[in-house]
């Protein structure tokens, strides 16, 4: 199993930035990918971004593009939200979530941290 536990949320205000993070532990040779999910009150998961653990190419969700970025430090084994120009918006619940080597879906998730935007 991975654990995976995130932490940097908070409360800020329009137009400012926070850095989420994602420990990982447990098995984590064992990870393919990494990626951050939000889910806002009474709305859906949406995908945010991804990571390859392996090769650190990534992938974003086309609301976040140039002001999100997704990175690991494999040492540290965690995976770092950088985001800016925050919008109301982006306030969600934030998780961090892992596929493992040769599986479809993303199948260990963290407990989620609070990101709050005012406007």
């Known amino acids: 199993q991975v654990q995976l536990v995130e932490s940097g949320g908070g409360l800020v205000q329009a137009g400012g930035s926070l850095r989420l993070e994602c420990a990982a532990s447990?098995?984590?040779?064992?990870?393919?990918?990494m990626g951050w999910f939000r889910q806002a009150p009474g709305k859906e998961r949406e995908f945010v971004a991804a990571?390859?653990?392996?090769?650190?190419?990534?992938s974003y969700a086309d609301s976040m593009k140039g002001r999100f970025t997704i990175s690991r430090d494999s040492v540290k084994n965690t995976v770092y939200l950088q985001m800016n120009s925050l919008k109301p918006e982006d306030t969600a619940v934030y998780y961090c979530?892992?596929?493992?080597?040769?599986?479809?879906?993303?199948?260990?998730w963290g407990q989620g941290t609070q990101v709050t935007v005012s406007s």
């Open positions: 979530a892992s596929r493992p080597m040769a599986v479809a879906d993303y199948k260990y």
């Open positions: 447990g098995r984590t040779f064992s990870i393919d990918l």
């Open positions: 990571i390859s653990w392996s090769t650190g190419s990534t």
